[in-house]
């Protein structure tokens, strides 16, 4: 997880800090922006992790997420080209990353609901987004069947 983003201590707490954080800003183009500034902050992935193995199928924009650790604790970097789905993936980080497969399984992504995000993403990013979320879900769920 990269230094920049808070890591709170369970996936709930973490989708109930980005709802706070979100209940700061008036109007879409402010949380439009936080979604972009949170994308930028999110480390590249090297171009030999960028290939076909790491692509989550289902997104309009190119998205690569690289899975890692094990059922006890997962891990994972991922990276769009596209700013706005970088921020959502930076979101999506906060809650998932570092966090047991069984707490991953368990937590459902309610937040993007309670912010709005349903509302005021296009159909194409909708869709996107929920194949990052499914991605995420069966890499845990896979962990736990090793």
Known sequence: MSATLPHEASAREAAAAIVEEFGFFGDWSERYQYLIDLGRKLPDLPDGEKTAA???????????LVPGGNAAKMEFRAISDSAIVSGLIALLLRVYDDRPATEI??????????IG?????????????????????AHAQAALAR
Do not use: Y
């Not at 790491?54 to 690569?64: A, E, Y």
């Not at 399984?105 to 309670?114: K, P, V």
């Open 54 to 64: 790491f692509k989550v199928s289902g997104c309009q924009s190119n998205v690569w």
């Open 105 to 114: 399984l368990a937590t459902e992504a309610d937040f993007i609901d309670a």
């Open 117 to 137: 995000l349903s509302r005021h993403l296009s159909p194409t990013r909708t869709n996107g987004l929920a194949a990052m979320l499914q991605t995420i879900r």
